[in-house]
């Protein structure tokens, strides 16, 4: 049982180590520790049975070490770590919570067939999101189609908002009279690349096209910045347009993009009397 002990506790530490398959290393330690304590009660290959056992104890340590890693890494998403603007301290609060006091307000279709939405942040602190989605339904409620937002993985400021939106170039989103938004909370791993506050964001309308300036009042560089503007008609919307800059913005510096003006299905260029800038997602430089 000494030998069969040692045997196994050497296959257990190797298989720990392997990946996809590290969690069998549990069973084969767990029968190389019982083996071991056997024959050393016994009193047969007293070495062996020593040596099967610390190598099965040590293999049984770095699984649960590295189920607990796992345990972490899951529970660092299911919460977000942000600063809550009424106190300046930070908080860490779990997406559950966060998630109620997260709206979606429907603005409806532009012309190049997007479906646009506002997205409103009511807490405290900031969130971070993955992505929303928009649940499509037809007149009997049944669900038709599943669409993703444009812009994915970005932050919202406390008590912020932002404008976003399902990308109907190759769609026909009118057709369905019915819809729901699902909201995706990320965590942690995302908010410590992300930046939020303190940016002053202008546009100017160029007769062009909308130039936007960023400042970066951060003490941190940035690697991208990136931006959507609004446009409106009468009231309504009728284009949503993405720019950006993947050159480093310096911290307290000034990021500079341009953004074209919204066309419809056929590019035409649509009329438009008013915009709204906002700040979509800003990462951190390494």
């Not at 406390?158 to 190759?170: C, L, M």
Request: one cysteine or more.
């Amino acid at each position: 049982m000494g030998i069969a002990s040692l045997i196994l506790g050497i296959i257990s530490i190797i298989l720990a180590f392997v990946p996809f398959i590290w969690i069998l290393s549990i069973i084969t330690a767990i029968v190389g520790l019982i083996l071991g304590i056997i024959s050393l009660v016994k009193k047969t290959e007293k070495g062996k049975s020593t040596a099967g056992i610390i190598l099965s104890v040590i293999t049984i340590i770095l699984v649960i070490m590295t189920l607990q890693n796992i345990s972490n890494t899951f529970n660092s998403t299911s919460s977000t770590t942000s600063t809550n603007i009424e106190t300046g301290k930070q908080e860490t609060t779990s997406n559950d919570e966060l998630q109620k006091n997260v709206t979606v307000e429907a603005l409806g279709m532009t012309k190049d067939g997007s479906f646009a939405f506002k997205i409103k942040n009511n807490n405290s602190q900031a969130v971070y999101i993955d992505t929303v989605n928009t649940i499509f339904k037809d007149a009997d409620g049944n669900f038709m189609e599943k669409a993703q937002s444009y812009a994915q993985y970005f932050g919202i400021p406390a008590n912020s908002e932002i404008v976003n939106y399902a990308w109907g170039y190759d769609k026909d989103f009118s057709q369905y009279p019915n819809y729901e938004f699902e909201v995706e909370l990320s965590g942690d791993w995302m908010s410590e690349n992300t930046v939020v506050d303190n940016f002053e964001i202008t546009g100017n309308n160029t007769g062009k096209q909308i130039s936007v300036q960023v400042n970066n009042n951060n003490d941190v560089s940035l690697e991208s910045v990136n931006v959507l503007v609004a446009y409106y008609q009468n009231g309504t919307i009728v284009g949503c347009e993405n720019g950006y800059t993947n050159s480093t913005t310096a911290a307290n510096g000034t990021a500079y993009i341009n953004v074209d003006y919204p066309k419809d299905s056929k590019y035409k260029e649509v009329q438009f009397d008013d915009y709204k800038v906002y700040l979509i997602e800003a990462s951190k430089s390494y």
